[in-house]
Nanobody
Framework: DVQLQASGGGLVQPGGSLTLACVAS????????IGWFRQAPGKEREGVSY????????GYEDSAKGRFTISSDNARNTVYLQMDNLKPEDTAVYYC?????????????????WGQGTLVTVSS
């Protein structure tokens, strides 16, 4: 079975940092794109960042540019999202998802597999 397990969320003060991890299993990890998404209370889910694992190519939505960094450890089937200079508006449940398309295509369509989310709260 395909499984995506996101972890690393928590409570952090504005300006602080968190690193989320997404551990994948049940599919050929290197053949996929992993994306991070988030959903804030009362808002629609939105994309945050993506990585195509076969090439290492990455993409970021405007909200993440300059503050978030996506990376992977293919040997551990894990994708990370390093989040720096966090703001209260970053508060959301963060999800990871997988799709066979490159990130450029997948970001415009519905990702195939989804994991459970991890809650990030940015508050003083």
């Amino acid at each position: 079975d395909v499984q995506l397990q996101a972890s690393g969320g928590g409570l952090v003060q504005p300006g602080g940092s968190l690193t989320l991890a997404c551990v994948a299993s049940g599919f050929a990890f290197d053949d996929y794109t992993i994306g991070w998404f988030r959903q804030a209370p009362g808002k629609e889910r939105e994309g945050v960042s993506y990585i195509t694992l076969s090439t290492g190519s990455t993409g970021y939505e405007d909200s993440a540019k300059g503050r978030f960094t996506i990376s992977s450890d293919n040997a551990r089937n894990t994708v990370y999202l390093q989040m720096d200079n966090l703001k209260p508006e970053d508060t959301a449940v963060y999800y990871c998802a997988a799709d066979r398309s490159s990130w450029v295509v997948a970001a415009l369509t519905q990702f195939e597999y989804w994991g459970q989310g991890t809650l990030v709260t940015v508050s003083s």
